[in-house]
């Protein structure tokens, strides 16, 4: 049986970038076991050998001319903004004090 | 509904008044808009009928009414994906899908409901309540694509459009009693399709017929530069598989891993009867055998979870949508953390950490590693399934539409729901749900699946229109004909 405890939840939820309430991590690494659990059967082949496939198609570069071609104004790229100024993006402050 | 249009026994108008009717009286208890865009769509039908009065020649579809998935981005119209964090989000630009439509002349009626990012199998997981199923207003739709599917089971729109990453098309569509298909990965642009799994997504059509289903999908298939990962070969003749509907010769394999344990006894019986009609057609059962399916539902609870963890990155309250937690000297990713935490909902926080806890180093190779190699090989089991068979054959859903809150409070249940369809989207393949009939113990509607491999989607309206003439002769019309009536008459 799998778990994973609360504390191990919080560090995900911290790197995931999700402040989660004492609540939610409870709930979660109550949980995580049996999903845990579940997704873990994936361990129970023999996979030896066998290539990891991680798209179903074959991929490759595709190129174009770099020359301008239509796309949003300023106005149209900022109409979702939760704030602006000066025609960019405002955002809270990224760098400490001391920084 | 196409026909009459050309013979001018009806306009556009008079159509997409009739289902913004419909919609405004059993909407409030089906729930299956979350936006309806009445005074657009009547613009976008009354252009039709001027285009059509000038004798301008127009698509198949131009004039006939749609509901759209919110999972696709439309300019000007709130597009949430179900979700919280972009509630009042409209987009600057069209989707491609979006594009095509109205291209077509299709009038959109508005957006549909979904679990939120499309994460989830019965549309409960929506930021903004859920859908409830035309059938038994007690149950759900299923998901994530309910909204849509319950849309067009309940005469809200003719066809609809959904998403599907691990059966969100199929499932809706087998519980709802209504035609689905997602189509093989690549065939429809992903530009402007919110992302969940890129490597699984894929949008496609619903219908209450094969032949409405595949007209639809005709109008929104196609190369696009825009998606990376879009084919660029010609869209398969789907239209005219679905009028030909000729199985004889066929060979059809039945995956003996998709029945059984598990399995609903009246889910059985009617796909075991849709066999035998589809034998005393000229079609060749055969039983395949794919090992590996068993390990699908476990690689895809990493893979799809995995790769929604870094798509899901791009909610970061700067750009776009809800920004929160915005005290005094907060920091940028104080309110990153406190926005995500209020934004995202139960079932998305849950697939977010599950996938960092999956990409971790030290876990990365024996959980993320191991599900792309089970991936690599579902993908050989359907080779060599394909190598017997023109086309593959289970039930859609093990089992008919569940109760609302039934699997809500249970993860895992709630993941078997889609042990059936899970994989086709890991394979890249393309998929279809019918309708088979109603389960005798509970009278809920059994979906049918059809698979074939990629780029050879044709395979499953050849099939589908066989099957569904056949059906249709034996019940004396069209399954969608049984459903109860909702507010009146229909």
Redesign the interface.
């Known amino acids: 049986m799998s778990s994973?405890s609360r504390d191990e939840?919080a560090k995900?939820?911290?790197?995931?970038?999700?402040?989660?309430?004492e609540a939610?991590l409870v709930n979660?690494s109550s949980?995580?076991g049996?999903?845990l659990d579940?997704?873990?059967?994936?361990?129970?082949?023999n996979?030896e050998g066998?290539?990891?496939?991680?798209?179903?198609?074959p991929?490759e570069n595709?190129f174009?001319e770099d020359v301008v071609a239509p796309s949003?104004t300023p106005d149209?790229?900022l109409?979702?903004?939760?704030?602006q100024e000066d025609q960019r993006?405002r955002?809270?402050?990224?760098l400490?004090e001391a920084e | 509904m196409s026909a009459a249009l050309e013979k001018g026994e009806t306009t556009s108008v008079e159509l997409t008044k009739l289902h913004l009717d419909r919609i405004a009286a059993i909407d409030p208890q089906v729930k299956a808009f979350l936006h309806v865009d009445s005074e657009s769509a009547l613009q976008q039908a009354a252009k039709v009928d001027a285009d059509r009065a000038t004798g301008k020649k127009l698509g198949a579809l131009a004039g006939i009414p749609l509901a759209l998935k919110d999972v696709l981005a439309q300019e000007g119209v709130p597009t949430t994906a179900g979700s919280k964090i972009l509630q009042g989000w409209k987009p600057p630009y069209d989707s491609t899908v979006v594009a095509k439509l109205k291209a077509a002349g299709v009038v959109i009626l508005g957006k549909t409901n979904m679990d939120e990012f499309a994460m989830g199998s019965s549309t409960e997981n929506s930021g903004y309540g859920p859908t409830f199923n035309p059938w038994d207003l007690t149950r759900t739709p299923g998901g994530s694509s309910g909204g849509s599917a319950a849309a067009v089971s309940a005469f809200e729109a003719p066809i609809a459009i959904g998403s599907d990453t691990g059966g969100s098309i199929r499932q809706p569509a087998a519980l709802t009693g209504i035609v689905g298909v997602r189509p093989t990965y690549g065939a429809v642009s992903r530009y402007g399709l919110i992302a969940y799994s890129s490597s699984l997504d894929q949008a496609g059509p619903f219908g209450r017929t094969v032949l409405d289903t595949a007209m639809l999908h005709e109008v929104i298939a196609g190369h696009d530069p825009k998606d990376a990962t879009s084919i660029n070969a010609p869209v398969p003749a789907v239209v005219a598989a679905a009028k030909s509907g000729d199985v004889k010769g066929l060979k059809i394999g039945v995956i003996k891993q998709l029945q059984g344990d598990g399995y609903q006894t009246g889910v059985l019986a009617r796909f075991n009867e849709s066999l035998d009609i589809l034998a005393s057609l000229g079609a060749q059962i055969v039983q395949v055998d794919c090992p590996s399916f068993e390990y699908a539902l476990a690689a895809y609870y990493l893979i799809a979870p995995s790769e929604c963890s870094s798509n899901l990155a791009r909610f970061d309250a700067m750009r776009y949508g809800l920004r929160t937690g915005e005290t005094d000297g907060a920091s940028a990713e104080t309110v990153m953390n406190a926005t995500r935490e209020a934004g995202f909902g139960r079932e998305v926080k849950r697939r977010i950490i599950l996938g960092t806890y999956a990409l971790s180093s030290g876990y990365y190779d024996a959980y993320y590693g191991s599900a792309q190699k089970i991936r690599t090989l579902i993908i050989e089991d359907y080779k060599k399934a394909f190598a017997q068979a023109d086309v593959l054959v289970s039930p859609t859903s093990p089992i008919t539409a569940f109760k609302i809150g039934e699997k809500s409070e249970d993860p895992i249940a709630m993941y078997l729901a889609d042990v059936a369809t899970i994989p086709v989207n890991l394979a890249g393949i393309c998929g279809m749900s019918l309708p088979a009939g109603l389960a005798e113990e509970d009278n809920l509607p059994v979906g049918f699946q059809i698979m074939a491999p990629a780029m050879q989607d044709q395979r499953l309206y050849q099939v589908g229109a066989a099957l569904e003439a056949a059906l249709v002769s034996k019940w004396g019309g069209h399954l969608i004909s049984k459903a109860p009536a909702l507010g009146g008459a229909k």
Request: net charge positive.
């Open positions: 994973l939840v995900l939820a911290a790197l995931a970038r999700i402040e989660m309430s939610e979660l949980q995580f049996s999903i579940a997704v873990a059967r994936v361990q129970e082949l996979l066998v290539k990891a496939t991680s798209h179903p198609q991929l595709i174009r949003l149209q790229a109409s979702g903004a939760p704030a993006f955002v809270p402050q990224i400490g």
